[in-house]
């Protein structure tokens, strides 16, 4: 298999497992949000220490540890991820597998929004007629759930925001991962004690499986991101931000068709603007990237694990 076709399996190995989140954490019930989020941050931690020494990597992690402001973005970085991880786990096992997915399909608008408040980055015209494409859906579905779509807001948010802080530094998947997870082990190690104590703990109480199925949420974590890191460093950018619609596409068919989720017609609507936001915002894309090839030199390869 050639560069790009071990590329192209390996994204869509990654936002297909992401894609099948909404049926994997309901298994991991009766543990409540907090706790499944504090058992994803320790175990991920376990799964990628055993990885870097396995691979010899644990230099880069000294390197990022040693220099204060990379430290610094990255415990900003742990907190957003974390944040977005309970929201997200809160969704699925409320309900709200559809929200979830609307969070994702307009993440890539909200990034564009945050690379212009942020670094000053200068939008052509098809792109500032996504977001406003995009800010017409967000109130179409805002009239239809009768509130804003808070979930999918905080999702795209916290994730969009993630994006940032990682784009700030430069650390490869693996070790950014460990030291991200490192600093938010200690509030998780506390969240699982309380939870313990008050009786209300799930891990060891409610049988083998249940206790596999929690330590196999580290290896659930850091293997979609090892398979992106896999997958930007073979392909181009370009094919990288087209393969990430799988994700909110599987999540909202998991939630319409497996969990009967309501689709109204407003919400279709809703649905059918964002669509069209990301059609367009899609189209450029593609079409100055390849503007930018015909151009350029070949291009260079994302450093990545």
């Not at 907090?34 to 010899?56: D, G, K, M, P």
């Not at 000053?120 to 109130?139: C, D, F, H, M």
Request: glycine share 10%; charged share 10%; net charge positive.
């Amino acid at each position: 298999m050639d560069e790009r076709r071990l590329g192209v399996a390996s994204g869509l190995a990654a936002y297909s497992m992401w894609g099948l989140f909404p049926l994997y954490f309901p298994l991991l019930e009766p543990a409540g949000g907090l706790e499944i989020v504090a058992h994803r941050v320790l175990w991920s931690l376990v799964f990628v220490a055993l990885l870097l020494t396995v691979v010899r990597r644990w230099g880069h992690v000294r390197a990022a540890v040693a220099d204060r402001r990379t430290l610094f973005v990255l415990a900003g970085a742990a907190a957003l991820i974390s944040a977005n991880w309970l929201i997200f786990v809160y969704a699925v096992n409320s309900g709200h597998v559809v929200e979830t997915s609307l969070g994702y399909f307009i993440n890539p608008l909200v990034s564009v929004v945050l690379g212009v408040v942020v670094f000053g980055e200068r939008l052509r015209r098809l792109q500032w007629t996504a977001v406003a494409i995009a800010a017409v859906a967000v109130t179409v579905l805002t009239v239809d759930y009768g509130r804003p779509p808070w979930i999918a807001l905080c999702l795209a948010g916290s994730f969009g925001l993630y994006g940032l802080m990682k784009k700030l530094v430069r650390v490869e998947a693996a070790p950014g991962l460990l030291v991200e997870t490192a600093l938010v082990a200690g509030p998780a190690i506390v969240v699982l004690s309380v939870l313990h104590v008050d009786g209300a703990g799930s891990f060891g109480t409610t049988g083998t499986g249940e206790a596999l199925l929690l330590a196999s949420s580290g290896a659930a974590t850091a293997i979609p991101l090892l398979l992106f890191a896999a997958a930007a460093r073979r392909i181009p950018l370009s094919t990288v931000g087209l393969l990430q619609y799988v994700t909110p596409l599987m999540q909202l068919s998991i939630g319409v068709f497996v969990y009967d989720e309501p689709m109204p017609p407003v919400r279709l609507a809703g649905f059918a603007i964002v669509w069209l936001a990301l059609a367009v915002f899609t189209a450029d894309t593609v079409r100055h990237a390849r503007a930018g090839t015909r151009r350029a030199l070949p291009e260079v390869v994302p450093a990545g694990l």
